[in-house]
C-alpha cells in the first residue's frame, strides 16, 4: 500500500482559477492570462446516488456518495450540496467512483471516502481511501493494492467505511473479492488487511460476467454501545461476524444463517442499522447485490431481521403486507435516533408501479406502506392507487422521463435502485434518499404517524374503499449535485444543445435550469449532437432507443424546442449504439453513422424520413459538415481521412497521411472557416505505431499538420474569437509537457494557455469540449458523471 497526500482545495460552484507554475514548453503556459470561474450546466441529479450519510453527532452535516461523479457535502444554508472530489484528475479518473463514505462522530471534520470505480480492467488503477481533516477541503490518499467498485453491482450496499466511536483513529473498511476486511489505525493513512478476521465472502452475482462476476465481499460494519463491532458479510451461509475484544478476534453471531435465504433464494445482509435505546441490529437482505435486478422469479427476494443484542434472539420482521404481492428485496435501512422504535426499509427495483417505502413505529412488529392499491368491488384493473406524500419535482421536471400517469404507474417515482435512504439523526422529521436519478426528501417526514391507514373496507358497499389522507410533500433535495455524464455538446449562441447519457440530452437557453430533455425519439443515451451551421435552428441529434419503432436520429426545426421522430433504419436494432451524426451548413442533408459497427453511413434530404447509404465510407466513419460550404463533408476512419463534395451523397478519400491510425478519434470543422479543420485523438497503446495527439489541415483534409505543443489530445471545439473577426478562439482536452488541462489559443494555435486549475479538473474530460460563439473566453466540458461544467472569464 501506498500513501500519498493531495492537498487541492474544493471545486465550488464559482471559484477563480489559481496561478500554477509554468511547463516546459515554448508555446504552452500554465498560466492563463485570464481567471476563470466555474460552474455547472445545472440538470439537477442525473445519475445514481447509492449513499447518504448524516453525521450521528452534529447536526446538518451529511455526505452524499455518487457512483462515477465523487463525492459531495450539504450545505444547509443553501440547501445545495458541494462537490469535493473536482481535484481529481485525469490519471487518477476512477476516484471519482465512491464505494463507500464514513463521517467521523468523534472529531466531526474529519470524512473518509474509499474510492475506485471498476474492478475488472476497464479501470487499470488500484482504489485508495481518501482522507480529510477538514470535510473535504484538503486530502489525503492512501493507495490500496487492490481494486474497489464504485460503479459495479452491489454499490449501495455497505456502508464498508466505518469509524470506530471508542477510538476514532480507527477506520474499518469492508472489501470485495476476497481481499477481507481492512483496519486503519492512524486515522485512514496507512492500512492493513485484518488477519484474524475469518470470512472474505463468496456470493458472487453472475460468474459468467466480466461485470457481475465480483465476489461481494465484506460489505459493511457496525458499532453498538457495548463496543462490540458487527460486521456483515456476503455470504449466505454465515452471513454475520462480532468482535468482543476490539478487532482481535472474531466469531460468527448465533443463528444467523437464518438470514441467507428466504423463500429458497440465497439472500445477503445488504445493509444495517443500530437502534441504540432499543438495542436492536436491524439487517435488510436481497437475493441480489443491486442495482438492477427486480424480483426473483419466484418466492421473496428478500426480508428484514431484528437481532436482540442483549439476549442474542433472532425475529424475521419481513413487513407481511406488500401491495405488489412479494418483496423484490430491499435496499436502503434507516433508523430514527430522536424515536427509538422507528425506522423505515425501501425495496429495491420494484419496477411496477414504485417503490415501497416502509415506516415501522414499534421495531418492526408492524408496518405502513408509502402507497397502497385500492381495489374496487369487481377487483378491477388497474386499481386505484392513494400515496401518503405527493412527489414535487419542480426544477427536475425531465424527472417524468418523458411520460405520463398510467395508472397506478406515475411518470415521477418515488425512485428506483433505493439503497440510499437516510432519517437525519437530529431532525426525525428530515429524510433523503436516493435514487438512480436524483435525490429526494422531505422536511416534514412525522406528519406520516398521523394519516392512519390508507385504505379502508365499505361495508355497505363490500369493497375497498381509499381513505381521506392529508399528504405532505416530498421534493427534490439535489440541488448542486450534477451527475451527468456528457457525450456531446453543440453550442448554438443563446442555446446549449447536449447529448447524455442514460438520460437522453437536455437543450438549454438558460444554463441554471435544465430545460428540454431530448426524449423524442425514445433516447435511452445521447450520443452526439450537432446543428447547422448557417441555420442553427436546425438541430440534429443521435441516441440508443429503447425499441425498434422509433429512429436513432432525432430532429428540431426550431433550436431544440420540439423533436421529430425520425424512421428506423432497416437492419440496426433499437438497442444499437446511435452512433454519431452530422447535419450540413444548409441543413439540407443529415449524414447518421449507426454505432453498431458494422452498418456504414447513411444520409437523409429529408429530415429523417428517408435514408440512402452513403457512397465511399466504411462502417464507423464518423463524419463532420464544414460550418461554411453546405456542400463539403468530411469523414475520418481507421487513419483514413474522405471529403464529400456533393453534399455528403458520396466522399472520396483525400490521400490525407499521418493521422492515428487507431484508438479513438475525433476532428471538428472550424465556424465561419471554409476547409478548415482540427483533429484530436489516437492513443493505442498496443498498436505497432500508435500515435497521440492533435493536427489541423487548413485545405479540406487535403494536408495535416501535427500541433506540437500536445503529447496527447482528447477533444477540440470552438468559440467566440478575440476580436470582431479574430480567429475562433480553440479549446482542447489535452496534455502539454506532462500537464492535463483544458487549454485555450486565441491566435489560431500559435500559442496555448491552460485554464482550469489543479483544483478544477474533473477526471476524465475526453469526450468533447467547446466554446461559445457570442461569449468570449466561455468553454463547455463534458464530464464522465461531473455533468457539463462550464467556465467564463472572472470578470
Not at 403486507?321 to 429495491?348: C, E, H, N, W
Not at 418523458?402 to 397506478?408: A, H, L, R, S
Request: aromatic residues 10%.
Amino acid at each position: 500500500m501506498r500513501r500519498r497526500t493531495f492537498a487541492a482545495s474544493i471545486g465550488a460552484a464559482a471559484m477563480a482559477a489559481t496561478a500554477v507554475p509554468g511547463i516546459a514548453n515554448a508555446k504552452t503556459s500554465g498560466r492563463c492570462e485570464d481567471a476563470y470561474t466555474w460552474r455547472n450546466a445545472v440538470v439537477n441529479g442525473g445519475g445514481y446516488v447509492p449513499g447518504i450519510v448524516f453525521n450521528e453527532t452534529e447536526a446538518d452535516l451529511a455526505y452524499a456518495r455518487t457512483d462515477i461523479g465523487g463525492l459531495y457535502r450539504w450545505q444547509e444554508a443553501t440547501q445545495t450540496w458541494l462537490p469535493l472530489l473536482d481535484w481529481v484528475g485525469w490519471d487518477d479518473w476512477g476516484w471519482t467512483g465512491v464505494v463507500s463514505v464514513a463521517t467521523d462522530p468523534v472529531e466531526t471534520n474529519r470524512v473518509y471516502a474509499a474510492v475506485g470505480t471498476y474492478t475488472n480492467d476497464w479501470d487499470p488503477s488500484p482504489g485508495a481511501v481518501l482522507y480529510s481533516d477538514d470535510r473535504g477541503a484538503t486530502w489525503g490518499v492512501a493507495e490500496l493494492p487492490f481494486k474497489q467498485g464504485g460503479n459495479m453491482p452491489g454499490r449501495g450496499m455497505g456502508e464498508r467505511l466505518a469509524v470506530d466511536p471508542a477510538d476514532n483513529a480507527v477506520v474499518y473498511l469492508g472489501t470485495p473479492n476476497g481481499n477481507g476486511l481492512w483496519r486503519s489505525g492512524d486515522h485512514g493513512r496507512t492500512w492493513a488487511r485484518v488477519e484474524a478476521f475469518p470470512n472474505a465472502g463468496n456470493f458472487v452475482q453472475d460468474p459468467g460476467s466480466d461485470y457481475s462476476d465480483d465476489n461481494q465481499g465484506v460489505i459493511w460494519v457496525e458499532f453498538d454501545q457495548a463496543g462490540r463491532i458487527f460486521v456483515g458479510v456476503a455470504d449466505p451461509a454465515d452471513p454475520l461476524y462480532v468482535s468482543e475484544d476490539r478487532g482481535q478476534t472474531w466469531q460468527p453471531v448465533p443463528g444467523a444463517a437464518a438470514i441467507g435465504s428466504v423463500d429458497g433464494n440465497k439472500t445477503i445482509p445488504k445493509q444495517a442499522a443500530i437502534d441504540h435505546a432499543n438495542g436492536h441490529l436491524f439487517i435488510v437482505t436481497s437475493w441480489d447485490p443491486g442495482p438492477y435486478n427486480g424480483a426473483p422469479a419466484s418466492g421473496k427476494g428478500g426480508a428484514i431481521w431484528r437481532l436482540d443484542l442483549a439476549t442474542g434472539d433472532w425475529a424475521d420482521v419481513t413487513p407481511s403486507y406488500s401491495p405488489v404481492g412479494k418483496t423484490p428485496g430491499f435496499g436502503g435501512i434507516t433508523v430514527d435516533r430522536q424515536r427509538p422504535g422507528t425506522l423505515m426499509a425501501a425495496t429495491q427495483n420494484n419496477w411496477y408501479p414504485d417503490e415501497i417505502l416502509y415506516r415501522s413505529r414499534d421495531s418492526g412488529a408492524t408496518w405502513e406502506t408509502s402507497w397502497d392499491y385500492a381495489f374496487d368491488a369487481n377487483w378491477s384493473w388497474p386499481p386505484e392507487r392513494v400515496d401518503r406524500f405527493a412527489m414535487d419535482a419542480s426544477g427536475s421536471e425531465w424527472l417524468s422521463f418523458g411520460g405520463v400517469d398510467d395508472g397506478p404507474s406515475y411518470a415521477v417515482k418515488h425512485g428506483w435502485m433505493i439503497d440510499a435512504l437516510a432519517i437525519d439523526p437530529h431532525n426525525s422529521d428530515r429524510i433523503m434518499w436516493g435514487t438512480g436519478a436524483t435525490i429526494w426528501g422531505t422536511e416534514q417526514l412525522t406528519a406520516w404517524d398521523g394519516q392512519g391507514p390508507l385504505v379502508g373496507w365499505d361495508e355497505e358497499a363490500g369493497h375497498q374503499v381509499p381513505l381521506p389522507v392529508e399528504q405532505f410533500t416530498v421534493a427534490v433535495r439535489v440541488d448542486g449535485l450534477e451527475e451527468t455524464a456528457v457525450q456531446d455538446i453543440a453550442a448554438l449562441g443563446g442555446t446549449l444543445v447536449t447529448a447524455t447519457g442514460d438520460l437522453g440530452g437536455f437543450v438549454q437557453d438558460d444554463l441554471g435550469r435544465s430545460g428540454v430533455q431530448i426524449r423524442r425519439p425514445d433516447w435511452s443515451s445521447g450520443r452526439s449532437v450537432d446543428f447547422a451551421a448557417l441555420r442553427p435552428e436546425i438541430v440534429v441529434g443521435s441516441g440508443d432507443v429503447h425499441g425498434d419503432v422509433d429512429g436513432h436520429v432525432g430532429v428540431s426545426v426550431d433550436r431544440g424546442a420540439t423533436w421529430l421522430t425520425t424512421k428506423r433504419l432497416e437492419g440496426v436494432a433499437g438497442g444499437a449504439n446511435g452512433g454519431t451524426v452530422a447535419v450540413s451548413a444548409d441543413g439540407g442533408v443529415i449524414v447518421w453513422t449507426p454505432g453498431d459497427g458494422t452498418t456504414a453511413p447513411v444520409f437523409s434530404s429529408d429530415l429523417g424520413q428517408t435514408w440512402t447509404p452513403v457512397d465511399g465510407l466504411p462502417a464507423g466513419a464518423k463524419v463532420r459538415a464544414d460550418r461554411v460550404n453546405p456542400n463539403r463533408l468530411y469523414a475520418f476512419a481507421s487513419g483514413k481521412f474522405y471529403a464529400s463534395a456533393n453534399g455528403g451523397l458520396s466522399f472520396a478519400e483525400t490521400g490525407a497521411s499521418g493521422l492515428p491510425p487507431t484508438g479513438d478519434v475525433d476532428f471538428r470543422a472550424v465556424p465561419g472557416k471554409r476547409g478548415h479543420l482540427w483533429l484530436a485523438g489516437g492513443n493505442d497503446p498496443d498498436a505497432v505505431d500508435p500515435l497521440y495527439g492533435m493536427w489541423r489541415s487548413t485545405d479540406g483534409g487535403s494536408s495535416w499538420k501535427r500541433i506540437r505543443d500536445f503529447e496527447e489530445a482528447d477533444a477540440v471545439g470552438f468559440g467566440k474569437g478575440r476580436g470582431r473577426r479574430g480567429y475562433p478562439a480553440i479549446f482542447a482536452s489535452a496534455k502539454s509537457g506532462g500537464q492535463r488541462g483544458i487549454w485555450r489559443s486565441t491566435d489560431e494555435g500559435l500559442s496555448w494557455q491552460r485554464v482550469n486549475d489543479d483544483a478544477h479538473q474533473w477526471a476524465w474530460t475526453g469526450k468533447a469540449v467547446s466554446g461559445d460563439p457570442e461569449v468570449f473566453g466561455r468553454v463547455y466540458i463534458a464530464t464522465n458523471g461531473r455533468g457539463l461544467i462550464y467556465g467564463d472569464i472572472a470578470d
